[in-house]
Every structure is written in C-alpha cells, then in structure tokens.
C-alpha cells in the first residue's frame, strides 16, 4: 500500500470499482413539486429499528428540502431507466423532460414524493443528520416500502451495467 494519501480522483476510481445499485432521492420542493437527486449512497442501516442512509452533497439541490421537510423518498430503479438516473444527476427541473421520460410520482400519506414504476420505493422520515466532509449523512427511519418486478439498474466502473443471470 502508498505511503501517500490518495488524491480525490484516485478515491472515486477507487470507489468505483464496488458495483451500486442506483437510486433516486426525492423531496418535495414546492407544494406537488418533487425534485429528485440521482444517488448510489444509500445503504441499510439497521433492522431494529429500520434505518437507511443517505449521503447529499452540500452543493445539492435536495440538502435544504430535506432538511426543510424532514423526510424523503428512495427509488430504486430498473435497468431500462438510466435515461431517468441522469436526468436527475442534473440539477435542473424540466416538466418537458420528464413528460418525455414518462416521469410520474406517487405520494405516500406523509407527503412523500416516489418515482412511480421504480423497482422499489422506500419512505424515510429523518431521524438523524450527520455533517461529515463536503456531504450530509442522513439517517432515515423507514416508514415503508414497496417492491416491484424488474431488475435493477447497476453502476460499476464509471458505467450503467446489468446484470446477467
């Protein structure tokens, strides 16, 4: 192992060789309005009780209207959706764009905006929240989920993949 400490580039090239599932993270921004944030940090935090995590960029979009509204929305999505994922790695809304794309949100009866025809939709409300470098570790508490059919949506190396049974 280098001596070194590895640069930031040499991290993410590092941290992409670990296959994800892709997701979308959803607040609601104005009343029935949603933005959505393309992320692949969301991890399982606990069984008892059911926690998740989410990592949101300081510079996001998404960061003050969780904050704001003290929950969020977790989208997993199918592998036919990646024009979906990078629609929402950019940062701006466009109701053309996501006619085009068929977007469409369901809410739950807490007011939580999900991607409809995702491959799993997960409800949190924020439980915690964790400043930790240039992001924030949101802890959510599950308020419930859904499954669908599908396959999901894997990044790996830099790229969308799927995966072959």
């Known amino acids: 192992m280098a001596s070194k400490s590895p640069t930031a580039a040499e991290f993410r090239l590092a941290c992409g060789?670990?296959?994800?599932?892709?997701?979308?993270?959803?607040?609601?921004?104005?009343?029935?309005?949603v933005h959505g944030?393309?992320?692949?940090?969301?991890?399982?935090?606990?069984?008892?009780?059911?926690?998740?995590?989410?990592?949101?960029?300081?510079?996001?979009?998404?960061l003050?209207?969780?904050?704001?509204?003290g929950h969020f929305g977790v989208s997993v999505l199918k592998q036919e959706q990646q024009a979906i994922?990078?629609?929402?790695?950019?940062?701006?809304?466009?109701e053309a764009t996501e006619?085009?794309?068929?977007?469409?949100?369901?809410?739950?009866?807490?007011?939580?905006?999900?991607?409809?025809?995702?491959?799993?939709?997960?409800?949190?409300?924020?439980?915690?929240?964790?400043?930790a470098g240039d992001h924030t570790i949101f802890i959510g508490e599950v308020e419930g989920t859904e499954i669908f059919d599908g396959e999901p949506l894997v990044y790996f190396r830099?790229?969308?993949r799927k995966i072959e049974l």
């Open 17 to 33: 060789q670990f296959a994800t599932g892709v997701s979308v993270v959803t607040a609601e921004r104005a009343p029935g309005k």
């Open 37 to 62: 944030m393309t992320a692949n940090s969301v991890t399982s935090v606990s069984l008892n009780p059911l926690l998740l995590l989410v990592c949101v960029d300081h510079r996001a979009q998404l």
């Open 64 to 69: 003050p209207m969780v904050r704001a509204k």
């Open 85 to 94: 994922s990078r629609y929402f790695a950019q940062t701006v809304e466009d």
């Open 99 to 131: 006619a085009r794309l068929g977007i469409r949100y369901r809410w739950t009866e807490s007011g939580i905006p999900l991607l409809d025809d995702a491959l799993v939709h997960i409800a949190c409300r924020v439980r915690s929240a964790y400043e």
């Open 158 to 160: 830099g790229a969308y």
